[in-house]
């Protein structure tokens, strides 16, 4: 009768109820590798280094060899290294090879130490040593994720930049959280975190402002690796983000500065792998080249904008400009021929050249400063208002204007003296209403004019009655709408 084959170790592992075993070799007097297994024991081949002297849970390899480490938990929690489960054994199979055995839900209680002990050989019998094509498959993880990272849309921003580089970091890391923050900059976090007394499970909180701070405070120049938060606490990440087992956090380079954090959650909870090490380090590489070129594509930004903007308004009294009016109603008259409604004030300042003349350009161009300053006082957001040149401004107004309109009387109230001091601001105004299917280039012109009669009245006025009280000024003789 043929003799069966042993069923193979994957078969008898499934029978127990183990998911992962991770085979881990001594390299040195107090190092291990890992080198292959079973699950997870397979994929992390070759990534998982342990030393005694930093990780404390070492103790939990048994020193006997036959011995077996039992470790049981509500819910996955670490193990060895970075790596977690519910129900686990740590089984030395000779004195230069430990076995982790692991289950994220089933318990290996029930399962004698002598079963154990014998999957953790045969496992070890197995496993081969992580070969060419394990090392090529995760050079070739590392490379996909740079090159992630390197699609990143070209007309991103630094803020855009930067949370494109962590999401596509959180992904590759398997994190259910990531955060970045330049020096000096705002904090971007990424991913899901649960509810808090810290910031609401709010991924804007300002809060995390403080947890980046606690971070970077710990970091130096090195990163940091925790592989569960109990054995390296951090009260306000813990507060942040409750449910955190693992964080790994990395400094900046300069000339960007600040730090990135990621973080393992009970979600899925698990350590950081040398693997994990390496995709950050060169997500940080090769994301700061493309950071880099946003913060310049931004300064290039801003610096158009500001010339766009320059452009448009008055060096003197920084209202826009002759250009700025133009295009503005340009654009309204679009609005006037589909039906919208616009006024327009004309405004010219009586009593320039006097104040010119008796006190200087200076006291000239400072009348014409506080002229502004009333005029964007009575302005709303949606109106434009602009110095024509000289003494002349104009305001384009979305709607129309009336005689009973109260920002439009308190308006003319404060220019209505007779002429300009160097402590007040008198004005010739005329104003006009654009309606639907109007010519906004004859309102305009009817604004001018009625602002032309208007400084007509008011030289009579001064020369019949010098100094004598200012006529009210007819609101209503001020307002026409042209058709």
Known sequence: MPVQPAPSAAATAAEIGVVDALVFRRIANASWAHVGGLGRGNGWAGI???????????????????????????????????????????????????????SPTGSLARVDDVTLLRLATRVDAEVADAGPSKRLADELEVLTCVREV??????????????????????????????????????????????????????????????????????????????????????????????????????????????????????????????????????????????????????????????????????????????????????????????????????????????????????????????????????SEADLAVRIGGDEFAILVPHALGPTDATYIAFLEVFSGLLSTPDSVAASVGVCAVSAGGSLFDAIREADMRMYTDKRQRRRTRAEVLGAPVPPFSREAAVTTHR
């Open 48 to 102: 998982i280094d342990i030393d005694e002297a930093d990780d404390a849970l070492a103790i939990r390899v048994p020193k006997q060899v036959g011995g077996v480490y039992r470790a049981e938990f509500g819910e996955p929690d670490r193990v060895l290294g970075p790596y977690y489960a519910a129900s686990s054994a740590v089984v030395r199979v000779t004195p230069d090879v430990a076995v982790v055995l692991g």
């Open 150 to 379: 390197m699609d990143a849309p070209i007309d991103y921003g630094l803020s855009d930049t930067l949370r494109y580089v962590t999401t596509v970091a959180a992904r590759a890391l398997a994190c259910e959280v990531g955060a970045i923050r330049p020096r000096g900059g705002e904090v971007i976090v990424v991913g899901e975190i649960p509810e808090c007394d810290l910031c609401g499970g709010d991924l804007h909180s300002s809060a995390w402002t403080a947890v980046l701070d606690e971070v970077e405070a710990r970091l130096g120049d090195e990163p940091w690796c925790a592989q569960d938060m109990s054995s390296s606490p951090s009260p306000l990440l813990s507060r942040a983000v409750p449910e955190a087992r693992a964080v790994l956090a990395a400094p900046l380079p300069e000339p960007l500065g600040g730090c990135v954090l990621f973080i393992h959650t009970a979600a899925n909870p698990r350590g950081f792998s040398r693997q994990c090490r390496r995709v950050l380090d060169n997500v940080i590489d090769t994301g700061m080249i493309l950071v880099r070129t946003a913060a310049l594509r931004d300064d290039l930004r801003r610096a158009a904008d500001q010339a766009v903007t320059a452009a448009r308004t008055d060096p003197l009294t920084g209202l826009g400009n002759r250009l700025a009016w133009d295009e503005a109603t340009g654009s309204a008259q679009e609005a006037v021929d589909a039906g919208a409604v616009y006024s327009v004030i004309s405004l010219d300042v009586d009593g320039l050249k006097a104040i010119n003349d008796q006190y200087g350009h200076a006291a000239g161009d400072d009348l014409l400063r506080r002229c502004a300053d009333i005029i964007r006082q009575h302005c």
